[in-house]
């Protein structure tokens, strides 16, 4: 079982760096079914949004927002996978308000509080998150990617280290979705070393139970050519 848990991963923490303000979470086409209405939905198929959150450190003291990005990810008969970035923003009061809030728990989990203003400022509801550090950060960058990831100590304040974290997302981003559409999601997974990153490197408030759904879903459909970087104009 905790094998099969290792390639969401890989989607989930290829997570850095961003500029954008969200359009909206109606971003996949709903397919009609042919079965009447009052069928159950397929559960398997339904869009889930992902939080994506890179930190410089999975600590109650020391932690500061380096980057968020959402990622919608409908994992049907063909998946579609939709990366949007969340912080750094333009808009300065925005920006301000998700550093200021931004904080870890003990238990190394993201604020509920701070969660909360995410759905809230972004009109989201958001099914799960995933919180990285800089070295889980670079590490995906290398291994996936094979790009050298330089990370920020402390949340991006000028405008130059905003357009700077955007660029190497969407450039880290843009490489992990040409391997999806090549090669599909289990080589990616193959070559991830787990050990370099449990358990001091990340942390999620996702279920096994919906990790090994989506993982199904996933890794059944070989190359995944609908994957993309959406970047607000």
Not at 115 to 135: C, P, Q, S, W
Not at 143 to 169: D, K, M, R, Y
Request: glycine letters at 4%; aromatic letters at 10%.
């Amino acid at each position: 079982m905790k094998k099969k848990l290792i390639p969401l991963f890989i989607i989930l923490f290829l997570v850095f760096a961003a500029l954008g303000v969200l359009a909206g979470t109606g971003i996949f086409p709903v397919e009609q079914p042919d079965t009447p209405a009052d069928v159950v939905t397929d559960q398997s198929a339904i869009q889930r949004n992902y939080l994506v959150v890179q930190t410089n450190s999975i600590s109650p003291d020391s932690g500061e927002l380096i980057s968020a990005w959402i990622m919608f990810i409908q994992p049907s008969s063909i998946s579609h996978i939709k990366i949007l970035p969340l912080y750094p923003l333009e808009n300065e009061k925005l920006h301000k308000q998700l550093t200021r809030r931004f904080s870890i728990t003990h238990s190394g989990q993201l604020d509920p509080q701070y969660l909360h203003l995410v759905e809230r400022k972004f009109a989201l509801d958001i099914d799960g998150y995933i919180l990285v550090d800089n070295t889980a950060a670079q590490y995906f960058a290398k291994t996936i990617a094979q790009q050298e990831l330089t990370t920020l100590s402390s949340s991006p304040v000028s405008p130059e280290g905003v357009f700077s974290v955007l660029n190497t997302g969407n450039s880290v981003f843009q490489a992990f979705c040409d391997r999806l559409a090549g090669d599909g999601l289990k080589p990616i997974s193959n070559s991830i070393d787990w050990s370099e990153l449990l358990p001091s490197h990340f942390s999620t408030n996702l279920s096994f139970e919906e990790l090994y759904l989506v993982i199904a879903q996933l890794e059944t459909q070989g190359a995944i050519q609908d994957c993309s970087i959406i970047v607000a104009q």
